[in-house]
Structure formats: C-alpha cells, structure tokens
C-alpha cells in the first residue's frame, strides 16, 4: 500500500515544482504558434508569477510538496484565514493521477475544517471541467460563479 505525506517546500523543491508546473500547463501551451523555446520561456514566466502572486496574496500559508511513497508528485497549497480554510492549489503530477491521491489530501483537509467547524473555499477555472467534478465529488458545491471562475465551497456537518 502506497503512503501519501506532505512536506513543506524548500527552496531546493524549485526544479520539482516548476517540472510539475510545466507537465501539468504543457497541453494549454502545445497548440501556441511558437517556438519551443518561447513555450518554455512563457510557462517559466508563469510559474513564477503565480508562485510570487501567491505567496503574496496568504503569506501565512502552508505550501507542501505531496509525496507518494517518498518521492514528489505534487503539491498542496493552503491557508487558514479567519472563518476558512482556503484552497489556494492543489495539483498531482499528469503520471500518478486518477490514484486517488487528490481524495486522500483533500478528505484528510476536510477532517481538519471539520474539527474547526470551517468551510474550505476553493476557485476552479470555468473550462477546467475535470477540477470541477473533482471538487463536487468530494462535496464542494458552486457558491457563484463569474466569467472565469466558479467559487467552490464544502461545509462541515453542523455538530449535534
């Protein structure tokens, strides 16, 4: 049986994280008319906006790289602010999805807000109709929705 941990990530997880990044965004970018190395420019230049945008954004977050069996195939993104917890990211490598490793991080952070009797907020791109399903198959319901997002929101059952 496979063990699925977390482990904040260092700065020694850069590599990892952008390889990630970059097999996971490499099908937005395949049909752009440029070359290879404008792609790869482009997408670095992505990975790191979103990365400082981010940190910026929950600067007391908890940032972790999932590992499967000990070695990386993900990461997790995570803050508590007042009332929730927010899903800022959550991402497995294109090679070991559909193992149920998304399920086993997100259950174990809803035990969590359980606990805490707080909801867990995401946002899901509209087009990106896989993470939607993922998060309505894990109780997340469309709290609203606008033109490029739809928020998502899963609830604690009230305590009896």
């Not at 590599?15 to 395949?30: H, V, W």
């Not at 979103?50 to 499967?68: D, E, G, H, K, W």
């Not at 149920?100 to 867990?120: E, F, H, M, W, Y």
Request: one cysteine or more; charged letters at 20%.
């Amino acid at each position: 049986m496979s063990t699925i941990t977390l482990e904040p990530a260092q700065p020694q997880d850069e590599i990892f994280l952008y390889e990630l990044y970059r097999d996971l965004r490499a099908p937005e970018f395949a049909l752009a008319p440029i070359s290879a190395a404008q792609r790869e420019q482009l997408i670095r230049m992505q990975f790191r906006a979103q990365m400082t945008s981010y940190a910026q954004t929950y600067p007391n977050s908890r940032y972790q790289i999932v590992l499967l069996d000990s070695k990386p195939v993900g990461r997790l993104w995570v803050v508590q602010l007042d009332g929730e917890f927010r899903l800022v990211d959550i991402a497995v490598h294109p090679g070991v999805q559909s193992q149920g490793i998304g399920t086993v991080l997100i259950q174990r952070l809803q035990q969590d807000a359980a606990k805490s009797g707080l909801p867990i907020r995401s946002c899901v791109f509209r087009d990106n109709t896989g993470s939607l399903r993922f998060h309505q198959r894990l109780g997340f319901n469309i709290a609203r929705s606008d033109e490029a997002y739809h928020y998502m929101e899963w609830k604690p059952a009230p305590h009896s």
